[in-house]
């Protein structure tokens, strides 16, 4: 099959089997955890298993950039910048309220799908490359 | 940045998608030159300059030139 543009095929392949592993090892792991159902070697290898599905998102984010014409590498990079800037904006903020303003505590881990939420956010409102 | 873009399209009777096959771009790389959201790098209009056979400025007028600014 080819992969005509904006060459995203493979990527999207790779997309889907990432969040897969990604959702089905913190289901494992909620599920594992408790009355110890897993011993902690397994927990722990399944926690890097999350690190990598998260690892090899990204990277596989970089080399959809990298193939792309230069319109679309350039609003990619513009919406990944925004979609960060949301992430630690709303991450600072809510840690802060975490720390002293006694809001729940919320599992680090989270950030992640909402870099991706924000990024999916911002694509609708990000169409242009200029400043 | 304003273009010839889509006059010099239209007058060849090539779609975007065409334009961009010939180029080597996306479709969507077209439209955005067209409705001047993207700003093409020098390697780009020499690459649209060649496929309409024109000089880059008869593409995209240079806009730094008084006699274009008007």
């Not at chain 1, 011993?39 to 984010?61: K, N, T």
């Not at chain 2, 010839?4 to 399209?9: A, F, I, P, S, T």
């Not at chain 2, 010939?22 to 409705?35: D, K, P």
Request: charged residues 15%.
């Amino acid at each position: 099959m080819t992969d005509g543009w904006p060459r995203s095929f493979s990527y999207t392949i790779g997309t889907v089997a990432n969040w897969a592993l990604f959702l089905f090892a913190v289901w494992l792991l909620s599920w594992g955890s408790g009355e110890g159902r897993l011993p902690q070697p397994a927990l722990w290898a399944i926690v890097l298993i999350v690190g990598v599905s998260v690892a090899a998102q990204f990277a596989a984010a970089y080399r959809l950039i990298a193939h792309q014409d230069e319109y679309i590498r350039a609003i990619t990079a513009k919406r990944i910048i925004a979609a960060t800037g949301l992430t630690l904006t709303a991450a600072v903020l809510w840690g802060l309220a975490e720390q002293f303003l006694g809001m729940p505590i919320l599992p680090m881990w989270v950030i992640y799908p909402l870099f991706w939420g924000l990024f999916g956010a911002a694509t609708p409102f990000i169409r242009d490359t200029r400043p | 940045m304003k273009s010839r873009l889509k006059v010099l399209r239209a007058e060849r009777d090539w779609t975007q998608e065409q334009l961009s096959a010939a180029i080597g771009v996306s479709r969507q790389a077209i439209n955005a030159l067209e409705t001047e959201r993207h700003d093409p790098s020098l390697d780009l209009a020499y690459r649209i300059a060649a496929a309409f056979e024109l000089p880059v400025e008869q593409v995209f007028p240079n806009p730094h030139c008084r006699r274009n600014a008007s």
